[in-house]
């Protein structure tokens, strides 16, 4: 299994809709974990920490699964401008960071 | 305007020439990266320095060289790169504290915009 590993998709989903998309990790011991957003020729930024409760910030909800070892970004009402590419980080261990390869989503009008 | 600023923004240089990656940073942290973005890859991890000090090197060849003279600014040296080095170099920058372990980096990374470079 790879250290970090998303669907690259592209998803593609009409304005308005919900879209989900989960990310897997190989270490068990994964202290910290969060979700990236990446727009096109731009530079990575963060969109939110993944806590062990979940957490939501207004469309935007995040969980962590650890039995099941991964992480899920649901995006409620989507919006053109959520089209991007979101990267999954892992924190396998305080000195290491990992990056998945990110899922596309592009927002149909 | 995430403060992490990053010069050049593009850069176009041919297999035999010398030239730099700059990075500041005025977030007033104290630990700073350095990643490769090709296309259809994952952002790599390069070099990591926490106190100035580099704490991680991963496996990066000898002809990029990096330097960190104080924990605001970073440098990539770049020489005798080949075609397959041309990327989106990002550099990022993070608070650090210490651990029992020394330096622990804490992972929310703020980035700068990139120096997309071009080898030819």
């Known amino acids: 299994r790879k250290e970090v590993e998303q669907d690259p998709g592209p998803f593609n989903v009409p304005e308005g809709a919900t879209v989900a998309f989960n990310c897997t990790y190989s270490?068990?011991?994964?202290?910290?974990f969060f979700w990236y957003r990446q727009d096109c020729r731009k530079e990575p930024k963060l969109l939110m920490s993944?806590?062990?409760s979940g957490n939501e910030d207004g469309r935007f909800t995040a969980q962590l699964n650890r039995a099941s070892q991964y992480i899920s970004l649901l995006i409620r009402d989507s919006k053109l401008s959520d089209s991007a590419t979101y990267l999954c980080?892992?924190?396998?261990?305080?000195?290491?960071?990992?990056f998945g390869k990110g899922t596309r989503l592009h927002i149909l009008p | 305007e995430t403060g992490v600023t990053q010069t050049p923004r593009h850069l176009v240089m041919g297999m035999t020439n010398k030239k730099s990656l700059k990075c500041e940073q005025h977030?007033?942290?104290?630990?700073m990266y350095w990643y490769k973005q090709s296309a259809k890859k994952p952002l790599e991890l390069m070099f990591v320095?926490?106190?100035?000090?580099?704490?991680e090197n991963n496996s990066v060849p000898s002809r990029f060289s990096p330097e960190c003279p104080n924990s605001s600014h970073l440098f990539l040296h770049l020489h005798t790169l080949q075609p397959e080095d041309s990327a989106l170099y990002l550099c990022?920058?993070?608070?650090?504290?210490?651990?029992?372990?020394?330096?622990?980096?804490?992972?929310?990374?703020?980035f700068g915009a990139g120096t997309r470079l071009s080898v030819l």
């Open positions: 990022a920058s993070s608070q650090a504290s210490w651990g029992l372990a020394g330096a622990v980096a804490k992972n929310i990374q703020y």
């Open positions: 270490n068990s011991a994964s202290q910290s």
């Open positions: 993944v806590y062990s």
């Open positions: 980080v892992v924190n396998p261990r305080d000195d290491k960071i990992i």
């Open positions: 977030l007033g942290h104290n630990a």
């Open positions: 320095y926490n106190f100035k000090e580099q704490t």
